[in-house]
């Protein structure tokens, strides 16, 4: 195994965190998994990763477990654990499967959104009119990140949220940027629109086709398989 495809020793862009709980440990793992530091197939080492981390052995395998619990690890004979790798199929599966839950918190928080946390929504949609004409796209994303958090947590559905969260996770490794096709921004802007004036008006039939349509519309570009 070729230092290249192994994440055992120590690595430079990762200090050793001592004392780190397992939490901390998923955390990390699941954001180098996101953020496509390490990548499906890389061998997931014990040892090394508790030599790199400054822990036992103890959390960093609770940590592996919980990881292959939500599908970003899976283990393999004579190879041990490893970063999960999905055939496209699957991806889109798991992708359509997104869409609908997500239509699914649309249409719920048409139905039971709060009048205030409606207000909260439209001031995070027209925060997007700030980044919008200068073209920034990091702050874009987090914009775009409280809108979608907005609207799963005015469905008022614990467990519909976790599913949503958990998937998002899951299919984050295969997400290309979704901005970088041209126009995307005031695109996505004019799709989230009418989403959130769906959701403000109380139309849960139109909030939940306007989220399909905007997630469809996105997956075309975001993904790394044709939806």
């Known amino acids: 195994m070729s230092k290249s495809r192994t994440a055992g020793g120590r690595d430079e862009s990762v200090q050793a965190v001592r004392g780190s709980t397992v939490s901390d440990l998923i955390q990390r793992l699941t954001a180098e ?13 014990e040892a090394g990763l508790a030599e790199r981390y400054g ?6 395998r609770e940590a592996l477990r919980q990881l292959e619990i939500v599908g970003l690890v899976q283990r393999r004979p004579n190879r041990g654990v490893v970063v999960a790798a999905m055939p496209g199929e699957r991806i889109a599966a798991l992708f359509e499967t ?26 995070a949609h027209l925060r997007v009119l700030e980044v919008v004409p200068v073209d920034d796209r990091p702050g874009f994303e987090a ?18 949220v976790a599913l949503v969260v958990t998937l998002r ?4 490794p295969y997400r290309m940027s979704r901005l970088a096709a041209d126009g995307r921004l005031s695109a996505s802007f004019e799709e989230h629109a009418r989403v959130v004036e769906a959701i403000v008006a109380g139309d849960p039939d139109e909030a939940a086709d306007a989220m399909r349509e905007h997630l469809r519309i996105a997956g075309e570009t975001s993904w790394r398989f044709k939806y």
């Open 169 to 172: 996770q899951r299919l984050a």
């Open 98 to 123: 997104l869409v609908e839950l997500e239509a699914a918190c649309a249409r719920l928080a048409a139905q039971r959104m709060p009048i205030k946390d409606k207000k909260r929504l439209m001031q």
């Open 33 to 45: 998994i996101v953020e496509r530091r390490l990548l499906p197939g890389v061998r997931l080492e």
């Open 143 to 160: 914009v775009n990140g409280d809108l979608h958090e907005l609207i799963w947590a005015g469905a008022l559905n614990e467990e519909l």
């Open 55 to 60: 822990v036992s052995r103890t959390p960093v």
